[in-house]
């Protein structure tokens, strides 16, 4: 464990940091009374405002709370890893507008993410990639760059919206193809002028 957390600190902050990452939202002071068994809301109040001091998780102008720094990992051999952030959700099906504000940081090993280059997380919404193993819910680790190949499996932003497929050259245009088990899942059909925003390293289930 973190030397410099209390154990109730740590709690809290794994609490806030999972319900993020898997709910979307922070939780209410009362919600992490209720999970931690305070007896009443000010002392769940007061390990929140902790973890602030500690540059650990950030308050927003609209109340909600946000990780600002994961905490140090306790990985065997030492292994170095750095921070990600999870930015939102990013479909896998009908692209919508990606949510760019930061729901968490991520620790993620350098054998997977690694420097200098920058990484970020996305959550995949919908089941047009199942058949290349990005599942609906899963977060999907993206490498950011503007180049791709062929078969590689891209963030594409098309007329300003983001969505996950398979990236294919023919000729002077691109194809953006669905990987799925639902044949009616349709190629996306955009010229060479399409803007990539990274490519996918690894999709994570469960988290």
């Known amino acids: 464990m973190n030397k410099k957390l209390t154990e109730k600190q740590y709690n809290a902050f794994r609490f806030i940091r999972n319900s993020l990452v898997h709910d979307g939202k922070s939780p209410s002071v009362r919600e992490l009374m209720k999970k931690l068994g305070y007896n009443s809301p000010n002392a769940a109040a007061y390990v929140i405002e902790s973890l ?16 600002a720094k994961d905490l140090e990992p306790e990985t065997p051999f030492n292994e170095r890893t750095i921070p990600v952030p999870l930015l939102g959700v990013v479909p896998c099906g009908v692209p919508v507008i990606s949510d760019e504000n930061t729901e968490a940081i991520i620790s993620v090993s350098e054998k997977l993410a690694k420097p200098p280059h920058k990484y970020f997380f996305l959550r995949a919404n919908g089941n047009s990639m ?78």
């Not at 963030?155 to 669905?178: C, H, Q, W, Y």
């Not at 639902?182 to 059909?189: A, E, F």
């Open 130 to 207: 199942n058949a290349a193993g990005i599942e609906d819910g899963d977060l999907v680790l993206i490498k950011q760059q503007a180049t791709a190949k062929d078969g590689d499996h891209v963030v594409a932003l098309v007329d300003g919206e983001s969505t996950i497929k398979e990236f294919r050259r023919d000729k002077n245009v691109v194809l953006l193809n669905p990987k799925s088990t639902d044949k009616s899942y349709k190629p996306i059909v955009v010229t060479s002028d399409l803007k990539v925003q990274g490519i996918v390293v690894t999709a994570l289930t469960g988290i």
């Open 52 to 67: 602030i001091d500690l540059g650990l998780i950030e308050r927003k102008e609209d109340k909600k709370l946000v990780i």
